[in-house]
């Protein structure tokens, strides 16, 4: 049995979507950020860290999205969610990808999620800001570069694109970022949200937000 706990709109949404590319058989269960559900006790029993996503398969979890997208791809080869990889230097970029996007990309977008809650001082929480937002821009630009010529990152859909959709959905729907600069990130974009997976992922996680505001 594979569970996926996830939060609406967060990095969740790359292993979200690469279940649903799979074909797996799972139960999305929502955890909500902003609610602290995961700093809840429940929680921490799962993933100590209190982070998202966690995927618990036959009760065992797995935390961090580099591994839990690793093993997507690995437990359904059929799917093809990793690439053909001709050599071990070729795994070891793509994973080298995977590795910059949670320990560069992601953080720079997080510290705009979480300036307001952290910093009081207006002028600092702008400065503060300014600082990431440059660092993700420049981070994008190179996401651009390395997407020209290119559908998909290594060459048909693979894990890697459902990590890049993360970053380029929260630029544009959480902090309404100038996309005209990205070219083949927005084209990379529009190519996932055609696909039936990332709609059904979409739908879902707007539902679940939803469901939080209602309650």
């Not at 990808?97 to 992601?106: I, M, Q």
């Not at 190519?191 to 996680?205: G, M």
Request: charged share 20%; aromatic share 12%.
């Amino acid at each position: 049995m594979i569970t996926l706990y996830y939060s609406p709109n967060a990095c969740s949404m790359a292993p979200h979507i690469a279940l649903e590319e799979a074909g797996a058989s799972f139960e999305a269960r929502p955890v909500y950020l902003r609610k602290g559900q995961h700093k809840e006790p429940w929680y921490l029993a799962i993933n100590p860290n209190g982070q998202v996503p966690t995927l618990v398969v036959d009760g065992v979890p797995l935390t961090q999205n580099v591994a839990i997208l690793t093993w997507i791809g690995r437990a359904h080869p059929e799917a093809g969610l990793l690439p053909s990889f001709a050599s071990p230097m070729e795994e070891a970029q793509f994973l080298s990808l995977l590795a910059w996007l949670a320990s560069s990309v992601h953080p720079a977008f997080g510290q705009q999620f979480a300036a307001p809650r952290l910093i009081d001082d207006a002028t600092e929480r702008e400065r503060f800001v300014a600082r990431a937002r440059a660092a993700s821009e420049a981070n994008l630009a190179r996401i651009d570069r390395m997407l020209a010529g290119k559908e998909y990152a290594f060459g048909r859909f693979s894990v890697a694109d459902a990590y890049l959709f993360v970053f380029l959905h929260w630029a544009k729907n959480a902090f309404a970022y100038d996309l005209s600069p990205y070219p083949n990130y927005v084209a990379h974009r529009e190519r996932l949200l055609a696909r039936p997976a990332v709609q059904r992922v979409l739908a879902r996680e707007q539902e679940a937000m939803a469901a939080s505001d209602a309650g």
